[in-house]
């Protein structure tokens, strides 16, 4: 059954990232602080109500139907998430800005680039291998997995950019690290009920989905935690995303 490799997946992914997370490469490097906490809270909580309503008017919208792009309509799910995706990153990079932050305050440290980039990889080819895709990356490819592949890489590192990076970051300079892990998990899970409502909202599947997306939440926070760049948490959400489509 698809949820229980999916566990097995997650299962797989929680045990290489606490091995990683021992690595003196990440704990050497001193942790990215803000000197006002409480005006953080105001931004996040500014930015949150803003994310949720604009999940619960599009989330479900087809936007720019796949046709018009001259791609397959089953990329339309993944099309439709990665515009909502880039507006949410978008929000993000103008507040940034706007407030004179730099993109390590948003998970993007670059004295941690290497070893997020390394741990992403790993969990990328774990998940590969857990799902029984590692050839996968060695063959032929048709098209519409290729660009199934290029939105799912849109998708998790804008997503994983604004909710491990900018949200969690400063819920965590509030609230502590688990309330501010919890916090952030829940949030994105908000924001992708809209997408799961496809699955009929009560029924079964849908309550396997939300499950299954509370876990992978739970997990991505954990990965930020530990790796502190989202380019490990990132990685790993389109490579998974990305298997799920296939």
């Known amino acids: 059954m698809e949820w229980l490799s999916q566990i ?8 290489v990232t606490m091995l990683l997370g021992l690595s003196p490469r990440i704990n050497t490097v001193p942790p990215v602080g803000f000197k006002y906490p ?9 930015l949150s109500l803003g994310l949720l309503i604009l999940a619960g008017v599009a989330g479900r919208a ?17 099309i439709q ?5 880039m507006i949410a990153f978008a929000v993000v990079a103008t507040l940034l800005v706007l407030r004179g932050q730099p993109w390590r305050s948003s ?4 004295n941690l680039t290497r070893p997020g980039i390394q741990f992403g990889l790993a969990l990328v080819f774990l998940t590969l291998f857990l799902r029984g895709k590692f050839l996968t990356m060695f063959q032929d490819m048709p098209e519409v997995a290729l660009w199934a592949l290029l939105f799912s890489l849109v998708i998790g590192l804008a997503e994983e950019t604004v909710f491990r990076g900018y949200l969690q970051m400063r819920l965590i300079s509030v609230w502590g690290n688990q309330k501010g892990w919890l916090a952030a998990s829940a949030l994105y899970v908000l924001w992708r009920i809209p997408s799961w409502l496809v699955f009929g909202w009560g029924t079964q599947a849908f309550w396997i989905q939300v499950a299954l997306g509370i876990l992978q939440s739970l997990l991505l926070g954990w990965m930020m935690l530990k790796s502190r760049h989202v380019l490990t948490p990132g990685l790993y959400h389109a490579v998974s995303l990305w298997v799920a489509y296939l």
């Open 8 to 15: 097995t997946e997650y299962i797989g992914a929680l045990a």
């Open 38 to 46: 409480q005006r953080e809270r105001t931004a996040v909580f500014g």
């Open 62 to 78: 087809v936007w720019l139907p796949g046709s018009l792009l001259g791609l397959p309509a089953e990329l339309e799910p993944l």
């Open 81 to 85: 998430m990665g515009i909502l995706a």
């Open 107 to 110: 998970g993007w440290h670059k």
